[in-house]
T-cell receptor, first 111, second 116 residues
Framework: GEDVEQSLFLSVREGDSSVINCTYT??????LYWYKQEPGAGLQLLTY?????DMKQDQRLTVLLNKKDKHLSLRIADTQTGDSAIYFC???????????FGKGTMLLVSP | DAGVIQSPRHEVTEMGQEVTLRCKLI?????LFWYRQTMMRGLELLIY????????DSGMPEDRFSAKMPNASFSTLKIQPSEPRDSAVYFC??????????????FGSGTRLTVV
């Protein structure tokens, strides 16, 4: 079945850039998402990208998609302590299909 | 819109008791998902509904778990009898499912269940 892999932990200093990586196995993935989960809260949709795009930028967030390698990344510029959270990558292939989530990457931003 | 609303936020119960978790979908959404999150197993999909009909309940751990969607805006997840290993955070999420597009899920804030 489909699988989504992420590294479990990333630590950066405030002001640096963070890059969170994700790989997926389903070549028919059409919609790819990044969710953010802060402590004690639910998952919040951060951004998404369609498979016909290579890059999407939204303020401090840049999503890069390499369809050939099935690799998705989320870059956070000028990382702040408020960005400390768990980030989940997710994918699906159609409007009616369910999302497959990775296990999440815990981002720790130190002052 | 107030988003996906879950209640209660926290529930502490004794082993063997019945627990009912509640979820109110976003108006206009037609799909509903129940997830369980633990440190050991991460995020697990328990069951999902489309247009009030259960589509896939293969993630429901055992017969002690049941979920219903009595109308288009409301769902319950019931555990009877509850066991300590059911302790987790339970999330409800909703989405608008359309053939040509996927809009992602909107998650509620979760119910933290502790069974002692």
């Amino acid at each position: 079945g489909e699988d989504v892999e992420q590294s479990l932990f990333l630590s950066v200093r405030e002001g640096d850039s963070s890059v969170i990586n994700c790989t997926y196995t389903d070549s028919s993935s059409t919609y790819l998402y990044w969710y953010k989960q802060e402590p004690g809260a639910g998952l919040q949709l951060l951004t998404y990208i369609f498979s016909n795009m290579d890059m999407k930028q939204d303020q401090r967030l840049t999503v890069l998609l390499n369809k050939k390698d099935k690799h998705l990344s989320l870059r956070i510029a000028d990382t702040q302590t408020g960005d400390s959270a768990i980030y989940f990558c997710a994918e699906t292939y159609s409007g009616y299909s369910t999302l497959t989530f990775g296990k999440g990457t815990m981002l720790l931003v130190s002052p | 819109d107030a988003g996906v609303i879950q209640s209660p936020r926290h529930e502490v119960t004794e082993m063997g008791q019945e627990v009912t978790l509640r979820c109110k979908l976003i108006s206009g959404h037609n799909s509903l998902f129940w997830y369980r999150q633990t440190m050991m197993r991460g995020l697990e999909l328990l069951i999902y509904f489309n247009n009030n009909v259960p589509i896939d309940d293969s993630g429901m751990p055992e017969d002690r778990f049941s979920a219903k969607m009595p109308n288009a805006s409301f769902s319950t997840l019931k555990i009877q009898p509850s066991e300590p290993r059911d302790s987790a955070v339970y999330f409800c999420a909703s989405s608008l499912a359309r053939r040509q597009a996927h809009y992602g899920y909107t998650f509620g804030s979760g119910t933290r269940l502790t069974v002692v």
